[in-house]
Antibody
Framework: EVHLVESGGGLVKPGGSLRLSCAASGFTFANAWMRWVRQAPGKGLEWVGQ??????????AYAASVKGRVSISRDDSKNTLYLQMHSLKTEDTAVYYCTTDSAWHFDGDYYYRHETDYWGRGTLVTVSS | SSEVTQDPAVSVALGQTVRITCQGVSVRGYRASWYQQKPGQAPVVVIYGQNSRPSGIPDRFSASSSGETSTLTITGAQAEDEADYYCNSRDSSTLLEVFGGGTRLTVL
């Protein structure tokens, strides 16, 4: 069974830094693409960024709202995903979810995800003075 | 633009069929994934891929795509289907993921 457990959330002042971790089990982490998704209090889901597997060069991509302030990395030897955040703003306050990810395939008409994804329970980051 | 829009709220009578839509240029050419989120819980996939359901998701959930619209259909809505629903697609120009704003479903 897939398990994703986020940690590292907490209260941080504006301009501060924080590193979130996500411990993964129940699947071959090294082969998996992973992503972070966040949800501000009472708001919808927002994609934060993605990291591909080492086979796919470990390529990363980030949402415009966080690009330049966050970095996603992975330690396949520890089955752990990270989200390093710098220059935090009050609008970064959210529950941060670690999830598995997958490539988009093309069926001749549409692109589609060929695998379901799994989510952790999330960790709350509060940016406030 | 990568904006994907959903109706903020939809209601359905118990046992009836409800359709939740997701619209935008980022939906064109993509089969959106759909997520269900209940209060205090993490989102759960209800539809992905070519109208596939993960294990444990009832077959009353289905999805379709046409043009710039993706539609999640719940045939015979149950009380336990009351939740927020989000679509997920990809911006075809930036190739970055996008979520719709979410639809709160109320089962009457």
């Amino acid at each position: 069974e897939v398990h994703l457990v986020e940690s590292g959330g907490g209260l941080v002042k504006p301009g501060g830094s924080l590193r979130l971790s996500c411990a993964a089990s129940g699947f071959t982490f090294a082969n998996a693409w992973m992503r972070w998704v966040r949800q501000a209090p009472g708001k919808g889901l927002e994609w934060v960024g993605q990291i591909k597997s080492k086979v796919d060069a470990g390529a990363t991509a980030y949402a415009a709202s966080v690009k330049g302030r966050v970095s996603i990395s992975r330690d396949d030897s520890k089955n752990t995903l990270y989200l390093q955040m710098h220059s935090l703003k009050t609008e970064d306050t959210a529950v941060y979810y670690c999830t598995t990810d997958s490539a988009w395939h093309f069926d001749g008409d549409y692109y589609y995800r060929h695998e379901t994804d799994y989510w952790g329970r999330g960790t709350l980051v509060t940016v406030s003075s | 633009s990568s904006e994907v829009t959903q109706d903020p709220a939809v209601s359905v009578a118990l046992g009836q069929t409800v359709r939740i839509t997701c619209q935008g240029v980022s939906v064109r050419g993509y089969r959106a994934s759909w997520y269900q989120q209940k209060p205090g819980q993490a989102p759960v996939v209800v539809i992905y891929g070519q109208n596939s359901r993960p294990s444990g998701i009832p077959d009353r959930f289905s999805a379709s795509s046409s043009g710039e619209t993706s539609t999640l259909t719940i045939t015979g809505a149950q009380a336990e289907d009351e939740a927020d629903y989000y679509c997920n697609s990809r911006d075809s120009s930036t190739l970055l993921e996008v979520f719709g704003g979410g639809t709160r479903l109320t089962v009457l």
